[in-house]
């Protein structure tokens, strides 16, 4: 009996033209995966109907919960994109730019998203070529979060309209992208509030947070969620605490004056080029008001103070940007 092993397992999604309808195939993008929590949960109701003393009449189907967070690896390219492109809403591809060869993603928030996504999870391959197939995924929330020591890791969460197990894979040899990870030692800038805070950084994440609804008719499963609130952007930083935070013009000053400013992260891949001299890079940009809403700092022991300042984006001026070799398969083939 072949046991799940889970460094077998792996992603691949392909966007659907209509919500919740697997589509045919042959535009699936693979992507690594770090940890997997989506799952289905299915809820039972007792049979109102009175019986004997030991048992009601039976269960009742009640609403299907399918979803959960699925952690991907950063690379400079792979199918992380287009789950990006689904929680953003735009999508736009450059080819030649910022030079002749190399080839510039850029992904915006827009007011409506994405139709969907038809996503496989191929969980430990315990049937060879059988994965857990999930349609009608919606992508609620996207998260980024970097620490010292590490790479840089995305975090979707899910909203789907259903879960089958044991379907064949549409293609069950992923076709990963280069070993390309973006590095926590090739970050190069990092403004909060227009606070330089490059060289004290310690870790570092933002959310984008659709703050979508699940929605039931009668029907068991999920509808096309939609916005039930205002779209939310908020992250943290932890940085080394020093003179300059309390200081003028400081993170912790900023704070207490409720200051804004630009919101800018880039991760260039140092010396791996794609071609020439022109490094892979990683780019959230676009914002123009961004601020630090909490952190005090705190005497936690005898070492290196450290401050965790919780941020805001204001606004709707977001983008992530991405120059790699990859070209724009899979990633713009549909609304």
């Not at 096309?224 to 993170?251: L, Y």
């Amino acid at each position: 009996m072949p046991v799940g092993r889970g460094y077998l397992s792996y992603l691949s999604a392909e966007e659907e033209i209509a919500y919740g309808v697997d589509p045919a195939g042959g535009n699936e993008i693979h992507a690594r995966i770090v940890t997997d929590g989506v799952s289905l949960e299915e809820n039972f109701s007792e049979a109102p109907g009175l019986g004997t003393r030991a048992q009601r009449g039976g269960m009742i189907h009640g609403q299907r919960e399918v979803g959960g967070d699925v952690v991907l690896e950063g690379n400079y390219e792979g199918g992380w994109m287009l789950l990006l492109k689904h929680a953003m809403g735009n999508y736009a591809y450059a080819v030649d730019t910022p030079v002749a060869g190399a080839n510039r993603h850029t992904f915006s928030l827009a007011e409506t998203l994405p139709a969907g996504l038809t996503i496989e999870l191929s969980k430990g391959d315990v049937d060879t070529g059988e994965v857990f197939l999930y349609t009608g995924c919606k992508v609620d929330t996207f998260g980024m979060s970097l620490t010292t020591e590490g790479v840089l890791t995305f975090t979707a969460g899910l909203i789907a309209r259903n879960e089958a197990p044991g379907q064949t894979a549409k293609d069950s040899t992923p076709d990963y992208p280069g070993e390309l990870p973006i590095k926590w030692h090739y970050m190069t800038t990092m403004l909060v509030a227009a606070n330089d805070l490059s060289s004290k950084l310690r870790a570092f994440d933002v959310t984008i947070n659709n703050n979508l609804e699940r929605r039931y008719n009668m029907d068991r499963f999920t509808a096309e969620p939609v916005p039930g609130a205002m779209r939310e952007i908020t992250g943290n930083v932890t940085v080394e605490f020093d003179s300059d935070a309390v200081a003028a013009g400081g993170s912790y000053d900023d704070l207490l004056n409720a200051v804004t400013g630009v919101l800018s992260l880039v991760m260039s891949s140092g010396t791996l080029y794609i071609t020439g001299t022109t490094p892979y890079k990683f780019t959230i940009g676009g914002v123009t008001a961004s601020q630090i809403t909490s952190g005090s700092p705190q005497v936690q022991g005898p070492g290196v103070m450290t401050v965790q300042h919780g941020f805001h984006v204001l606004g709707t001026d977001m983008t992530v940007v991405v120059d790699n070799a990859q070209d724009n398969s899979g990633i713009a083939d549909r609304p």
